[in-house]
């Protein structure tokens, strides 16, 4: 993996405003992360706690019915997406997203094969021929290592099981030549040797073409197997955020220790015992003063619930790992000068 070359995409101080009726809810709350080319960052945390819409808000990609307000930066290619029109967004997400949605049924049409689904998006989003474009879909069929593509070609989507409809929306992902494809949960609904398959599928389409992936996932199981950076979202800030083994081996965040404690064999090997996180995650529609997960933590102390926690960088530790706990970096500190 080369860094050299800067991030591919770069978010910052990134804040997202959801209003839907009389409700509003601070989803994304003043985010900042990095990808570069060729790297995979998973993206974890609860339900809710502003994964989905963390990735999609800046792409405009929002389901209708809800107002966003959005604020910060956004940028990828010299251009924030955060400033471009529709039009203009639309164009660039095209050229450099590609999206694997949470729920793939919904990203195709019922009603048209998805062959011709898959050539319409190529033709739209390279500009190439009707030609062209039905032969770069039936390449990406195959590039998906779905058997007999010249036959799924013509097939409608509930002609398909469901990792060969993930394989589709992966194929529709890829039909722009992305530079960043942003997987939401791409496995979620698959049973574990088809969730493989499909894993190790976005793995190799990334070492052919060196694209970054933004990786949303529930399952801490993935993000061990495929993930070089993992970002721990709770109640849309950021907790922790370091190199996958340093942050499933040896997490900082009281969050992330939960987190990892609530799955059951990855912790066992080194002798922690199986606890989870008691509690629930605060209602996103009160802004607090400090510390979002207070109520939850085990290490919390007063200043916790008046002060927002800093993303600060641990010191001592070769990599870069960033984390928004004052009271676990000044233990670490004074275990390191003792
Ligand atoms: N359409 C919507 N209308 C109103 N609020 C929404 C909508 N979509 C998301 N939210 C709110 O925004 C916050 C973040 O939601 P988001 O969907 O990003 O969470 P998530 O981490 O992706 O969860 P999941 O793991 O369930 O997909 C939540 O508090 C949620 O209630
Ligand atoms: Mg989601």
């Known amino acids: 993996m080369s860094t050299a070359s800067g991030p591919i995409y770069e978010v910052g101080d990134l804040v ?38 963390m990735t999609l808000g800046p792409l405009g990609l929002l389901p209708e019915g809800v107002t966003v307000d959005i604020r910060g930066r956004a940028q990828s290619g010299g251009q924030d997406l955060l400033t471009l029109g529709p039009r203009r967004l639309s164009e660039l997400r095209g050229r450099s997203f590609g999206v694997v949605f949470q ?43 779905i058997p007999d593509p010249d036959d799924r070609y013509f ?25 960043v494809l942003i997987a ?23 070492r052919e073409d060196g694209i970054a992936v933004l990786l949303i996932t529930h399952d801490i199981g993935v993000v061990s197997r495929v993930a070089d950076r993992v ?19 040896a997490p900082i965040h009281p969050y992330t220790i939960g987190l990892l404690d609530s799955v059951p064999d990855l912790r066992k090997s080194i002798g922690e015992p199986r606890q989870g996180i008691p509690g629930v995650p605060p209602d996103q529609s009160m802004l ?9 933590c085990p290490k919390v102390e007063p200043r916790c619930r008046t002060h927002r926690p800093p993303l600060d960088q641990v010191r001592g530790r070769a990599v870069v790992q960033r984390v928004a706990c004052p009271p676990q970096l000044r233990a670490l500190r004074e275990m390191a000068d003792a």
Do not use: W
């Open 288 to 296: 607090v003063p400090g510390c979002r997960f207070a109520e939850r």
């Open 16 to 53: 997202i405003d959801l209003y839907a009726g009389n409700v509003s809810v601070r989803a994304v709350d003043g985010v900042s992360f990095a990808i570069h080319p060729g790297e995979t960052v998973a993206i974890v945390g609860e339900s809710g706690s502003g994964k989905t819409v």
């Open 231 to 249: 970002i721990v979202l709770y109640a849309g800030r950021i907790a922790e955020e370091g190199p996958a083994f340093e942050v499933l081996t």
């Open 184 to 206: 939401d949960e791409p496995t979620t609904a698959l049973d574990a040797t088809v969730q493989a398959q499909i894993l190790e599928l976005i793995r190799q389409l990334q």
């Open 155 to 179: 097939r409608y989507p509930h002609e398909m099981s469901g990792g060969m409809l993930q394989r589709v929306m992966i194929a529709l992902a890829l039909a722009g030549k992305p530079k």
């Open 103 to 145: 729920d793939p049924i919904s990203a195709l049409n019922p009603m048209k094969r998805v062959g011709p689904q898959l050539a319409a998006q190529a033709r739209r989003l390279t500009g190439a021929t009707g030609r062209e474009a039905r032969q770069a879909a039936l390449d990406l069929l195959k590039r998906t290592g």
